[in-house]
């Protein structure tokens, strides 16, 4: 069995971890604090990753590579962007209870359903390992948390960190399911979004000194 090639309760702890720093970097109003969230998240991808490199090398430059992108500069260039532009986030659409409960619902909704269809999901005989379909079930949370704040947060450094997350939920839905194969590494590196986040940024900082807003809302009212 794979199980028996990983070390599966740190990889269940780590995995679900990751669930928690979710909520935090979405439920957060103060800009920094979800930033920090995100750096915790991302640290815990680097070590998920390393947990999987003990069944292919090749996992190790990834892991190396996620440390430098997600875990050192996207959180850098994020906390940079938030000293110049503010570090509250713009009111959300959905006020914090609400967006809690809702937050609440689509995680044990999506966890339960992807835990539960793992199979269906990935017609693959690594589905009926309990920890690869725990982890599943954690990258489809992950990943509707992330686009629940794309969905509902006005802010635009806040819509950026939810790209973050969407990526995370690839990530570990990637790693959780094609850990042996040497391409998963080479494929993980290369769909890193740090290039992508450092020109968002960027872009929000140039209408944020124009415009005194990151409220994508404001954004799209403006007429060039």
């Given amino acids: 069995?794979?199980?028996?090639?990983?070390?599966?309760?740190?990889?269940?702890?780590?995995?679900?971890?990751?669930?928690?720093?979710?909520?935090?970097?979405?439920?957060?109003?103060?800009?920094?604090?979800?930033?920090?969230?995100?750096?915790?998240?991302?640290?815990?991808?680097?070590?998920?990753?390393a947990a999987f490199a003990s069944m292919n090398h090749a996992l190790y430059w990834w892991a190396a590579t996620a440390l430098v992108t997600k875990a050192v500069l996207i959180p850098w260039f994020l906390l940079r962007y938030i000293r110049r532009?503010?570090?509250?986030?713009?009111?959300?659409?959905?006020?914090?209870?609400?967006?809690?409960?809702?937050?609440?619902?689509?995680?044990?909704?999506?966890?339960?359903?992807?835990?539960?269809?793992?199979?269906?999901?990935?017609?693959?005989?690594?589905?009926?390992?309990?920890?690869?379909?725990?982890?599943?079930?954690v990258a489809s949370t992950v990943f509707v948390l992330g686009l629940w704040a794309l969905l509902t947060r006005r802010d635009a450094v806040k819509a950026v960190i939810g790209l973050c997350l969407l990526e995370n939920g690839v990530h570990l839905g990637l790693v959780s399911f094609a850990p042996g194969l040497p391409e998963t590494a080479l494929f993980g590196v290369a769909s890193e979004v740090v290039v992508t986040v450092f020109l968002l940024l960027y872009v929000i900082e140039g209408l944020f000194k124009e415009f005194g807003t990151t409220d994508t809302f404001q954004l799209r009212t403006l007429r060039w």
Avoid: C, W
Wanted: zero cysteines; a positive charge; hydrophobic letters at 60%.
């Fill in 1 to 49: 069995m794979i199980s028996d090639l990983l070390p599966v309760p740190l990889i269940r702890t780590l995995s679900l971890t990751l669930v928690i720093t979710s909520v935090l970097v979405v439920e957060s109003r103060r800009l920094r604090v979800a930033a920090a969230a995100y750096l915790l998240q991302a640290l815990l991808i680097v070590a998920l990753l």
């Fill in 85 to 137: 532009t503010g570090g509250v986030e713009v009111k959300p659409l959905v006020g914090f209870a609400p967006s809690v409960l809702v937050a609440a619902i689509l995680m044990v909704a999506f966890f339960r359903l992807t835990h539960g269809q793992a199979g269906l999901l990935v017609p693959s005989a690594l589905a009926k390992e309990e920890v690869l379909r725990t982890n599943l079930a």
